[in-house]
């Protein structure tokens, strides 16, 4: 398990990176996740399907970040917790790069709570819990 989740988040953070520098292959992306997913943040709680449309939002979401100035997004640690066999919470300390035209670049660490699920030795997230983004990012004077 523990090998197939690091590979995993090795691509996320592969593709989320290509992604910020074009539009990105949005059907790489999502084969990062399963078939339907559940997210949760202080925003409420959503479920949704990987689909077009998923697919469609994410490439938004990545036009966002890019105008937001972000530059980079790297992993500083993945702690796996086990659940059985086939499941686990992986915890994912991130470090997020945003270029400044007026400042330095503006670094900012979080973290993202994955549900993890391996299914035929692949490992792919369906769900996610966060903190508020939007507050962390106006905080740092970003967005």
């Known amino acids: 398990m523990e090998n ?3 590979t995993l988040f090795e691509r996320y953070e592969s593709f989320f990176n290509r992604s910020l520098g074009d539009d990105g292959d949005m059907d790489e992306v999502a084969s990062l996740y399963a078939s339907d997913f ?3 943040s202080p925003a409420g709680v959503m479920t949704g399907k990987n689909d077009d449309q998923l ?5 938004q979401g990545y036009a966002r970040y890019r105008a937001i100035g972000t530059k980079e997004m790297r992993i500083r640690d993945v702690r796996i917790s086990p659940i059985d066999d086939h499941h686990c919470l992986t915890h994912v300390a991130w470090t997020a790069t945003y270029a400044r035209e007026d400042r ?13 699920q391996k299914l035929n030795g692949e490992a792919k997230v369906f769900g996610w819990v966060s903190g508020d983004e939007q507050a962390l ?3 740092h004077g970003i967005g």
């Open 4 to 6: 197939a989740v690091r």
């Open 38 to 40: 559940i997210a949760a």
């Open 55 to 59: 697919k469609q939002v994410m490439k």
């Open 104 to 116: 330095p670049d503006t670094v900012i660490d979080f973290d993202v709570h994955y549900l993890v």
């Open 137 to 139: 990012l106006r905080k």
